[in-house]
């Protein structure tokens, strides 16, 4: 199991992220932009989910290191776009929303 505590925290991370999406598509929005951004986002996520799952302990290691590398990578490059989805719930900070996505 100790080969697998990589994919493990990367699981974790990407978890972390789905719930907030989960949470964030409960919000009341004043345009269906944010509602379909977190639904790409969600998807996107829910892939790299699938991928770190199907690791198993004879998985080639840079194999691993990789998706990894490319899930944690996923998470620091849309976290900016899950806050301004956040900031578009508020009708007087929606229009952030549109110049970035």
Same mark, same amino acid.
Do not use: W
């Given at each position: 199991?100790?080969?697998? +505590?990589?994919?493990?925290?990367?699981?974790?991370?990407?978890?972390?992220? &789905?719930?907030?999406?989960? %949470?964030?598509?409960?919000? !009341?929005?004043? /345009? !269906?932009?944010?509602?379909?951004?977190?639904?790409?986002?969600?998807?996107? /996520?829910?892939?790299?989910?699938?991928?770190?799952? *199907? &690791?198993?302990?004879?998985? !080639?290691?840079?194999? *691993?290191?990789?998706?990894?590398? %490319?899930?944690?990578?996923?998470?620091? *490059? /849309?976290?900016?776009?899950?806050?301004?989805? +956040?900031?578009?719930?508020?009708? *007087?900070?929606?229009?952030?929303? /549109?110049?970035?996505?």
């Amino acid at each position: 199991m100790s080969g697998l +505590l990589d994919a493990e925290f990367a699981k974790e991370k990407v978890d972390a992220v &789905l719930r907030q999406i989960k %949470h964030l598509k409960t919000a !009341d929005f004043p /345009y !269906d932009e944010p509602k379909s951004a977190l639904e790409l986002l969600e998807a996107l /996520y829910e892939g790299d989910l699938d991928r770190l799952e *199907r &690791l198993d302990p004879g998985t !080639d290691p840079a194999v *691993r290191q990789q998706t990894c590398a %490319h899930c944690n990578v996923q998470v620091a *490059r /849309y976290q900016a776009v899950l806050g301004f989805i +956040l900031r578009a719930t508020n009708v *007087r900070n929606a229009f952030e929303i /549109y110049d970035p996505l």
